[in-house]
């Protein structure tokens, strides 16, 4: 068979495609039985709505460590939920630590807040490895830091940062630790409560397997969101105030039950197929690509000397070779697709070397296989001669 002749999607960093059959299947299905609006009527077709976005959330609040699924609210996606989070915990004045290996949905709130004068923030490295110092978070902290905002695992290097680490010097300094687990939700296993985590931002169209618009955040105990949106929700519709209980707090307007739906599904098929599993396989395909592109001369990897706590992400350069011209001809040529540029990461390619033009991203899912890393060493090796 030509290797051509189908699309090898090595794009999974950004979404996960394709789905699961069960996540297509299951939205089908159960939207058609029970596709009300929860939370807005006393029939029984929108009580069993409401009914089935509960059972959700205590399978979100499970899935993460959680301790109160009211406390799961849902996004349209981990920049909603990162926004909803950050805004809702700011004070003026106050302080906030975070990395250079963020992605824009965590810089650009931070920025925007620092421009009007409302917060101060600290950055700490990551080093040549592309890890950050837990040491380093520690020392940031002042007396007005609110809380600490991390990226689980870069986007752009996929390298899983020591979040259990930040999390015990966050625990004995009395400092929440809020993690972006955008691309490690559904490929490591989460714990709030060992991790010391206090809220959680997740999307469900990456690892979680299931379709876009969908995402949430979970909270645990003892840290308060203050509502930046407000509107229906269907409960104290007297009130011109906005709910104060969770989830209501977070959640104004209707539920996409869709998306509830599908990230459902994905977590029941993380759980059929292992999580550790799903890991491994796309491990097993990073490392396969990385030895074949340090084959190459004129291919450069970024942080993938070793991949010890790594995810299925590897990001390179040609020689000579313009990143978007790269992924252009890998595309147009091979049916190859990757993603080029600064990956909404700007600050890690600045931090590389690589701006303003970035790098290649591939990234691997459940999916793809080793016929997929054949056909992306042996078109690189084309593009690279």
Do not use: W
């Not at 759980?271 to 396969?288: D, F, K, P, V």
């Amino acid at each position: 068979m030509d290797p051509h002749s189908h699309l090898i999607y090595l794009d999974n960093a950004a979404t996960t495609f394709p789905k699961p059959s069960l996540v297509m299947e299951e939205m089908v299905r159960t939207y058609s039985r029970i596709g009300a609006s929860p939370g807005r009527g006393s029939y029984d077709l929108a009580v069993q709505c409401e009914s089935f976005v509960h059972e959700v959330r205590q399978q979100v609040s499970n899935f993460f460590g959680g301790d109160n699924p009211d406390r799961v609210a849902f996004a349209y996606n981990s920049t909603d939920a990162l926004n909803t989070i950050i805004l809702g915990l700011i004070q003026p004045g106050c302080h906030v630590v975070s990395s250079r290996l963020e992605h824009n949905s965590v810089l650009r709130p931070l920025h925007h807040l620092r421009a009007r004068g409302l917060i101060t923030f600290d950055l700490v490295r990551f080093d040549g490895n592309g890890f950050i110092d837990p040491q380093e978070v520690a020392d940031l902290i002042k007396p007005q830091t609110r809380f600490v905002i991390l990226n689980h695992v870069s986007n752009v290097l996929g390298t899983i940062q020591p979040i259990s680490e930040v999390g015990s010097i966050c625990r004995d300094r009395g400092i929440p630790l809020v993690l972006d687990a955008s691309q490690s939700a559904g490929l490591i296993p989460i714990d709030m409560q060992t991790m010391h985590l206090h809220a959680v931002a997740f999307t469900g169209h990456k690892a979680l397997l299931g379709p876009t618009g969908i995402g949430g955040l979970v909270l645990r105990k003892g840290i308060e969101i203050q509502p930046t949106r407000f509107g229906g929700t269907g409960i104290e519709s007297r009130s011109p105030e906005h709910p104060g209980a969770y989830p209501y707090r977070l959640e104004p307007g209707t539920l996409n039950i869709m998306g509830i739906i599908g990230l459902s599904a994905g977590l029941r098929y993380i759980a059929q197929q292992g999580m550790e599993n799903i890991y491994n396989h796309e491990m097993s395909l990073t490392r396969a690509l990385r030895d074949g592109l340090a084959s190459l001369d004129r291919v450069r990897t970024y942080c993938a000397d070793t991949l010890e706590n790594h995810l299925g992400v590897l990001t390179c350069n040609a020689e000579d070779v313009d990143p978007e011209d790269f992924a252009a001809i890998l595309d147009g040529d091979f049916n190859i697709a990757t993603r080029s540029g600064l990956h909404c990461a700007p600050l890690v390619h600045e931090d590389l070397g690589t701006s303003p033009r970035g790098a290649l991203r591939f990234s691997f899912g459940p999916f793809n296989s080793l016929e997929d890393v054949k056909a992306a060493l042996s078109a690189v090796s084309a593009v690279a001669k």
